[in-house]
């Protein structure tokens, strides 16, 4: 199986900068996209920030010109940089990735335990 392992949360002031990591581990053969989403107390669960394994990116509305999303492929982890910070940017940050286990080959959608950002004004 895989593993989701991130790291770098915690609180900053409005205008501050975080950086997330995220370490995938276990019997990985490869791993496809990988993704950021964050959930707000009360809020669903939503999309932060995605890359695909040739490096395309795509970001929310909400945080373009803000925050990077890179991967390095050889370490199997992503990051999100996260410059610029607001307080409606707190939440609990969630890894995702579509990781293709080693010797079966099988599909699996792989999630983070969550990292807690919180952005005070």
């Known amino acids: 199986q895989a593993q989701l392992v991130e790291s770098g949360g915690g609180l900053v002031q409005a205008g501050g900068s975080l950086r997330l990591s995220c370490a995938a581990s276990?019997?990985?053969?490869?791993?496809?996209?990988m993704g950021w989403y964050r959930q707000a107390p009360g809020k669903q669960r939503e999309l932060v920030a995605h890359?695909?394994?040739?490096?395309?990116?795509n970001y929310a509305d909400s945080v373009k010109g803000r925050f990077t999303i890179s991967r390095d492929n050889a370490k199997n982890t992503v990051y999100l940089q996260m410059n610029s910070l607001k307080p409606e940017d707190t939440a609990v940050y969630y890894c995702?990735?579509?990781?293709?286990?080693?010797?079966?080959?099988?599909?699996?959608?792989?999630w983070g335990q969550g990292t807690l950002v919180t952005v005070s004004s």
């Open positions: 276990g019997s990985i053969f490869s791993i496809n996209d």
């Open positions: 890359i695909t394994s040739d490096g395309n990116t």
């Open positions: 995702n990735a579509g990781v293709i286990i080693r010797g079966t080959l099988r599909y699996l959608e792989a």
